[in-house]
């Protein structure tokens, strides 16, 4: 199962909006609605930001949001903020009944 | 609050095992399908292996099975990842995590360091 794949890197200007892709196959990506995304900061632990594509775990800003057209799903990340700046990773489900990750993309706010 | 404590991380000499645990609290564990990811350094997440509430079914990513298994103990609120023969590639940080959500994972410990050297 190959990773799916991210831009190595995003950036943006406070206040701006960014878009993170992720694409996948037919295998993962493309077969379900069950993308989640996380955010890490360096030394700490990955953050759940959103599942099953488009969902917000209580407590995650509604500054991000996500969305996915065949087998590529995305993070949007709107009003751009310092602590916004971090790794994002997407995740999928597949059909192997196992989960992939991404590459992941630094966001930097510039 | 929920809190997963990795422990049993260290060094390990190639072709030697390691058995990681994950300690659990805060949340009833017996009802949660629980996962192991690990993370190379400096590079991305991959995830490794998830078990059942019940622990009747189990997955393993493909480029671990046959040399790692996941386990759990209900009645001490503990997930555990048998790892043997290991080698330098298996050298990373390894996190538990809890399947909290449809298909994502909404609480991740803060990981146990492996690292496989001679």
């Known amino acids: 199962q190959s990773a799916l794949t991210q831009p190595a890197s995003v950036s943006g200007s406070p206040g701006q909006s960014i878009t993170i892709s992720c694409t996948g196959t037919?295998?993962?990506?493309?077969?379900?609605?069950?993308v989640s995304w996380y955010q890490q900061h360096p030394g700490q632990a990955p953050k759940l930001m959103i599942y099953e594509v488009t969902k917000r775990p209580s407590g995650v800003s509604n500054r991000f949001s996500g969305s996915k057209s065949g087998n590529t799903a995305s993070l949007t990340i709107s009003g751009l903020q310092a602590e916004d700046e971090a790794d994002y990773y997407c995740c999928s489900h597949t059909t192997s009944s196992t989960y992939v990750f991404g590459i992941g993309t630094k966001v930097t706010v510039l | 609050e929920v809190q997963l404590v990795e422990s049993g991380g260290g060094l390990v000499q190639p072709g030697g095992s390691l058995r990681l645990s994950c300690a659990a609290s805060?949340?009833?564990?017996?009802?949660?399908?629980m996962s192991w990811v690990r993370q190379a350094p400096g590079k991305g997440l991959e995830w490794l292996a998830n078990?059942?509430?019940?622990?009747?079914?189990?997955d393993h990513v493909d480029s671990v099975k046959g040399r790692f298994t996941i386990s759990r103990d209900n009645a001490k609120n503990s997930l555990h990842l048998q790892m043997n023969r290991l080698t330098a590639e298996d050298t990373a940080l390894y996190y538990c995590a809890r399947d909290g959500v449809p298909y994502g994972f909404d609480f991740w410990g803060q990981g146990t360091m492996v690292t496989v050297s001679s």
């Open positions: 078990i059942k509430p019940d622990g009747s079914e189990k």
């Open positions: 037919t295998s993962d990506v493309g077969n379900y609605k069950l």
């Open positions: 805060g949340f009833t564990f017996s009802t949660y399908w």
